[in-house]
Structures are given as C-alpha cells and as structure tokens.
C-alpha cells in the first residue's frame, strides 16, 4: 500500500466522514495496484507465442480471466472514485433515487453505496442497477 504525502483535500472532508473517505482512499489504491499487475498480467500473456494448441487455449483462458477481473475491478474504482466525490460535494449519504440518509451501518458495510438498502433492492429488481454496482 502506498504511504505517499498527505491527501491535501482531506481538509475538505467533514469530519464524519472521515473514516470512510480514508477507508475509500485506501481501497482505490488497492484497486489501482491490482489493476497495474492484472494489465501487466494481459501484456505477458499478448506477448506469449505459444506454438502447441493446448497451451494457446489456456492462454486464451487466462487473457479472459483477466479482462474480467480487470473490467470488474474497473467498475469498482468508478464506485469508489465516485464516492470521494460525494464526499468532497457533500452529497454522501444521501441516497441518489430517494434522497433519504442511508444508514450508518449500510455506509460502514458498503461504503460506496449510492442508494438506502430498500431502493437498490428495488432497482435490483427492475434490472436498473446490478449488485455489484451498490
């Protein structure tokens, strides 16, 4: 994990927030060293010329593998980017569908959440939003 300077738009979080903007802070860097080895993990995997089928296969597998995981991890960053910047707006908590306060708990559990447990359930249900997306 890196242990650069100091956020200097940590000043601009209030400070019951605070724990999750670091929390959240912490995650996309994970995610962002985690995308660096997945994208390096693609170009060795680019690089391989394999002659044998079989190996190729597994080759054509793990690329798959990867760009999954790469596209998953991607989506998250854009959540938890995009959380930072309700913190920073002050619009976090705030459920975007109903504008009802989400919960404590909810916040601590799932950080990013953009919606109260009951409207995402909702959304979910009508094919809006996908669990991952929280």
Same mark, same amino acid.
């Given at each position: 994990m #890196?242990?650069?300077?100091?956020?200097?738009?940590?000043s %601009?979080?209030p *400070?019951h927030?605070?724990?999750?903007y /670091?929390?959240?802070?912490?995650?996309r860097d @994970? =995610?962002?060293?985690n %995308? $660096?080895?997945? !994208?390096?993990? =693609? *170009? #060795?995997?680019?690089e391989?010329? %394999?002659?044998?089928?079989d190996?190729? $296969?597994?080759d054509?597998? &793990?690329? &798959?593998t990867?760009l999954? !995981?790469?596209? /998953?991890?991607?989506?998250?960053?854009?959540?938890?980017?995009?959380a !930072?910047?309700?913190i920073? *707006?002050?619009?976090?908590?705030i459920?975007?569908e109903? $504008?009802?306060a !989400?919960?404590a708990a @909810?916040? @601590?559990?799932?950080?990013?959440?953009?919606?109260?447990q009951?409207?995402? #359930?909702?959304?979910?249900?009508?094919g809006?939003?996908?669990? *991952?997306r929280?």
């Open positions: #890196k242990t650069s300077n100091p956020d200097p738009t940590s %601009r979080v *400070a927030w605070s724990w999750h /670091h929390w959240l802070q912490t995650l @994970r =995610l962002l060293e %995308r $660096g080895a997945q !994208i390096a993990e =693609l *170009a #060795k995997a680019a391989s010329n %394999r002659v044998d089928m190996d190729g $296969g597994e054509e597998v &793990d690329h &798959d990867a999954s !995981i790469l596209s /998953h991890e991607q989506d998250a960053l854009y959540e938890v980017d995009a !930072i910047r309700r920073l *707006a002050g619009s976090y908590g459920c975007e109903s $504008g009802n !989400i919960p @909810r916040l @601590r559990a799932v950080p990013w959440t953009r919606y109260t009951e409207v995402e #359930k909702c959304l979910e249900q009508a809006v939003v996908s669990h *991952a929280s």
